[in-house]
């Protein structure tokens, strides 16, 4: 089925923003740029450049200059939620999805991860690193075993039955993300966009994608204060934040209308 889904790719008109957070990059970024300027459907590709004390700046002022590259430069560190947030608010695709800059995720597997929205079938996909065994380094088992707990704590609270909500791949109608409230820190926004999805009722899908996850001696950055602050988060936005509050204008689930509507998909109206 996944595969049926993913064959939509090869005939799917709709446009593609690939949004790439980087902050100290500078030794992946290029490298994840050039593989994303390959995709087929790609529009623009977004690098939101998070305050970077290193040379990623410059590896930007290069990019910039490639067709579809447009970079944005945040005055001062502020997190991962921040700089999405800012590559979100200009992104004009049908289609939005994260690329992270680290090389952990393959952006020539990203055509599989926005099938089911070009399909018609989905609002929303995530990639996920546990729901079929692809290709996977084999890394900290304390991460593993902190990305399920956070996944079943969140599914109990919003009874959608996700394998990883921790996935650095997540691929969105674009009028559903541009139009939704942002409001986490850091790694937050995994926890919140989850939440906020869920409570839309958006059509979500997964689909399995390899992962080529890197140590702290690498430039991992996530630690144990972003897995605590995620079940305060978990807690927060599902039981203390409402539907309305959630988007600035609420999104017309077009897969609701007809499921099997591609056009209808990428033609979604608003609710006032």
Excluded at 66 to 93: D, H, Y
Excluded at 151 to 177: C, H, M, P, Q
């Amino acid at each position: 089925m996944i595969e049926a889904i993913a064959d939509a790719t090869a005939v799917g008109s709709a446009t593609l923003s690939v949004i790439v957070p980087a902050y100290n990059e500078e030794a992946t970024l290029e490298n994840v740029v050039r593989e994303v300027l390959r995709l087929p459907q790609l529009t623009e590709l977004i690098i939101v450049d998070d305050g970077s004390t290193d040379a990623t700046a410059q590896v930007c002022q290069k990019l910039a200059s490639l067709p579809k590259v447009r970079v944005v430069r945040q005055p001062r560190n502020q997190g991962k939620c921040a700089a999405l947030k800012a590559g979100f608010a200009i992104s004009t695709g049908e289609i939005v999805i994260v690329q992270d800059a680290d090389l952990e995720y393959d952006p020539s597997e990203i055509p599989s991860v926005i099938g089911p929205i070009i399909a018609g079938k989905a609002d929303v996909v995530y990639g996920s690193r546990f729901l079929v065994k692809k290709a996977s380094r084999i890394l900290y088992f304390y991460h593993y075993l902190a990305n399920k707990g956070l996944t079943l704590f969140s599914n109990l609270l919003t009874n959608v039955n996700f394998t990883d909500i921790e996935t650095g791949y997540k691929a969105f109608r674009g009028e559903i993300i541009r139009n939704m409230v942002l409001t986490s820190k850091a790694f937050g926004i995994e926890i919140e966009v989850t939440a906020k999805i869920a409570k839309l009722g958006c059509a979500i899908y997964e689909v399995p994608i390899s992962y080529y996850g890197r140590t702290y001696e690498q430039g991992k950055k996530i630690g144990l204060s972003d897995g605590l602050m995620a079940l305060w988060y978990i807690v927060r936005f599902n039981l203390f934040c409402s539907l309305e509050s959630s988007f600035v204008n609420l999104p017309v689930l077009s897969t609701q209308d007809d499921p099997h509507s591609a056009e209808n998909l990428l033609t979604g109206s608003f609710r006032e």
